[in-house]
């Protein structure tokens, strides 16, 4: 069967030339994962049997992030027993965020779908997400309600759900699924970077497109262990922060920071201005007072933060070019020649 790969030596690499490629499918499949050998057959079998029922053409996109157990060895077994199957090969582990967006980045269908390679998500919800977008919705996220996970990670998911629901409005019981449908022009119109896919939602929310959920089979993981730890946590209070600024204050953020200031610096304003009542009155001493080295300090984290303010509001009117080039960490990229070209590097 004829292929064609590429691979990006000690450098990235933008996926594609601009030149039009062959008709896109209907669906496009990103799968993101690692070190997952017990379940990619099954997983792909079980796509491939839903898919082509559903009357429709598609794409399946395998995203190993720098797999190193027998994962790569087995998609390029899938990839060469199915033409519709693309495969990525990182030259290290980058992250899921990372993953996600090197598949959509080469994803052509109209409609994405994401699932995680575990077997957790079960590909036969795929047509419920399809009859939800077909009933005008841009984007359908999974809805675990009985998750076949850990306490502790059902716990800090329901905590994140909840802080999201109050900040943000959008009333969405699990939206850091895995398993989502997505109409290709959401992505196209979100601008998403770094870790900031797991809000996806919030940001097509936020941007005016139609957000729903579904409830979703979660099975038991049968095969390898899950890949998130203490740090993912960290990693998603910063990803909050940065999102709930990018929503809400992205054209205004003086709005954020000068209310942030305006309030710091007025606290140590009053501070001084009753330290230097009671020192004018003779009451104290204000070496003998330790609170005005605070109030001082306040009124200059208020001023730093007014300016930032300023500075990020100067940012934005300033015409600047973009440079929209796709770079990713890829190694090896299998794609067969109906879709995919020669590309000589070195």
């Known amino acids: 069967m004829p292929t064609a790969a590429r691979t990006a030596a000690a450098r990235d690499l933008p996926l594609f030339d601009e030149r039009p490629a062959a008709t896109p499918p209907d669906i496009s499949v990103v799968i993101p994962l690692r070190n997952e050998e017990g379940s990619l057959k099954e997983l792909h079998r079980q796509i491939v049997e839903v898919l082509e029922g559903q009357a429709k053409t598609f794409e399946i996109l395998f995203i190993d992030d720098g797999s190193t157990d027998g994962s790569p060895d087995i998609l390029r077994a ?145 095969h390898g262990s899950s890949k998130y730890g203490l740090e993912r946590y960290m990693r998603g209070f910063f990803d909050f922060l940065t999102s709930l600024l990018l929503t809400r204050f992205a054209k205004r953020p003086l709005h954020f920071f000068g209310g942030v200031g305006f309030t710091v610096g007025t606290l140590g304003l009053l501070i001084c201005i009753v330290l230097t009542i009671q020192w004018l009155s003779g009451s104290t001493a204000l070496s003998e007072r330790p609170l005005l080295i605070l109030g001082v300090m306040l009124i200059i984290l208020g001023v730093q933060t007014i300016s930032i303010g300023l500075v990020g509001e100067m940012l934005i009117h300033k015409e600047e070019t973009r440079d929209n080039s796709k770079l990713h960490p890829i190694r090896e990229l299998l794609r067969h020649e109906d879709v995919a070209r020669h590309i000589e590097t070195e």
């Open 78 to 222: 899938i990839f060469a027993a199915d033409s519709r199957v693309t495969v990525v090969t990182f030259r290290r582990n980058f992250g899921k965020a990372e993953a996600l967006a090197t598949g959509f980045d080469l994803a052509r269908g109209a409609i994405i779908l994401t699932l995680d390679a575990d077997l957790q998500d079960d590909p036969k919800e795929i047509p419920a997400f399809l009859a939800e977008l077909d009933r005008g919705h841009d984007l359908v996220v999974g809805w675990k309600r009985r998750r076949r996970d850990r306490i502790t990670r059902v716990m800090a998911s329901r905590v994140f759900n909840l802080v999201n629901r109050i900040c943000f409005g959008l009333h969405l019981h699990d939206m850091n699924c895995g398993f989502k449908a997505i109409r290709h022009e959401v992505l196209g119109e979100l601008g998403l970077y770094g870790e900031l896919h797991r809000y996806i939602p919030i940001y097509a929310h936020a941007r005016g497109f139609r957000v729903t959920e579904i409830p979703v089979l979660h099975h038991p993981r049968r």
